[in-house]
Nanobody
Framework: QVQLVESGGGLVQAGGSLRLSCAAS????????MGWFRQAPGKEREFVAA????????YYADSVKGRFTISRDNAKKTVYLQMNSLKPEDTAVYYC???????????WGQGTQVTVSS
């Protein structure tokens, strides 16, 4: 069982930066691929970024490539999402999720709101 708690959301002007954190419980954090997803009002949830469990390779949605960086600290059981050059269209609730050894994302956090003003 894994519990995920996100933090770091807030209100920022366009062009600004935020860093989201997701702290996980459990003893096998390193066995989980960690992902960030987001859901804007009236839209479906979409993939943002992921850090693979086996080699920490990273993957990004085209819309955030070059602006967002996912990283993880297995010792702290925490995954981060550094978001730079934020745009109003990045406004959404951001969710952290965990996938055991690359399977389906089974565990989800409660989400943290990111609002980017123009």
């Amino acid at each position: 069982q894994v519990q995920l708690v996100e933090s770091g959301g807030g209100l920022v002007q366009a062009g600004g930066s935020l860093r989201l954190s997701c702290a996980a419980s459990g003893r096998t954090f390193s066995s989980y691929t960690m992902g960030w997803f987001r859901q804007a009002p009236g839209k479906e949830r979409e993939f943002v970024a992921a850090s693979r469990w086996s080699d920490s390779n990273t993957y990004y949605a085209d819309s955030v490539k070059g602006r967002f960086t996912i990283s993880r600290d297995n010792a702290k059981k925490t995954v981060y999402l550094q978001m730079n050059s934020l745009k109003p269209e990045d406004t959404a609730v951001y969710y952290c999720a965990a996938s055991l050894r690359g399977g389906p994302y089974t565990y989800w956090g409660q989400g943290t709101q990111v609002t980017v003003s123009s």
